[in-house]
């Protein structure tokens, strides 16, 4: 059964700190990872991680993908009150752009 | 630019009542459409998806139903509401050609009495 996979489940960080989040997956037919923060209503899209596409980076927030050891992870820097949300990964493992989401990561930066 | 409706916001029902959910897209055509359900601490679960108008595949068996009468418009329906039907419900789409990312609606925080 395909499964997507994050860690922490929650965290806790002071401004200013680095974070990082993880994201490992089993999947049939790996086609894409996408990476989405949530505050109170929508989840909102940061990154999509593909064969083809596998670092990026927008700011202070940056992801890359290792096909080979089947992870990815999503590093937040000089971390804000704003960057408080939940972290959802997602993986469309059967190439039929349907998503496998995780659990998530509750994130609270402290000012 | 694209953007997505999904309303009500929120809606309270009492059990064995009939729900309809609606969304709805602009500024795109042909989308793929995806109605997600959120459990507290279970991250998104989807419950159905569809990638043309009349066509709607199943996710998980349940008393729920989704239909698709319009290219841009998305409903979620059931004839009797359960308690376990209690829940954030998110309606998303994403371009039909290619491996596009998901957009998603506002959400309806949805509570059965």
């Known amino acids: 059964e395909d499964k997507v996979v994050q860690s922490p489940l929650s965290l806790v960080v002071h401004e200013g700190d680095t974070v990082t989040l993880n994201c490992s997956y089993e999947?049939?037919?790996?086609?894409?990872l996408l990476w989405y923060k949530q505050e109170k209503k929508a989840p909102t899209f940061l990154f999509m991680l593909t064969s083809s596409g596998i670092e990026k980076k927008s700011g202070r927030l940056s992801s890359i993908l290792d096909k080979k050891e089947l992870f990815s992870i999503l590093n937040i820097t000089a971390t804000q009150t704003g960057d408080s949300a939940v972290y959802l990964c997602a993986v469309d493992g059967s190439g039929t752009y349907k998503y496998i989401f995780g659990t998530g990561t509750r994130l609270k930066v402290l000012a | 630019s694209q953007t997505i409706h999904q309303w009500p916001a929120t809606l309270v029902q009492p059990v064995g009542s009939p729900l309809s959910l609606e969304c709805t897209v602009e500024?795109?055509?042909?989308?793929?459409l995806y109605w997600y359900r959120q459990a507290a601490g279970r991250g998104l679960q989807l419950l159905f998806y569809?990638?043309?108008?009349?066509?709607i595949s199943s996710e998980v068996p349940q008393n729920l139903s989704a239909s698709r009468p319009q290219d841009r418009q998305f409903i979620l329906s059931s004839k009797k509401l359960l308690l376990s039907d209690s829940g954030f419900y998110l309606c998303?789409?994403?371009?039909?050609?290619?491996?596009?990312?998901?957009?998603f609606g506002d959400g309806t925080r949805l509570s059965i009495l």
């Open positions: 569809s990638v043309g108008i009349g066509q």
């Open positions: 500024g795109t055509s042909n989308p793929n």
């Open positions: 999947v049939t037919n790996f086609r894409s």
């Open positions: 998303a789409w994403s371009a039909g050609a290619g491996n596009q990312p998901q957009h």
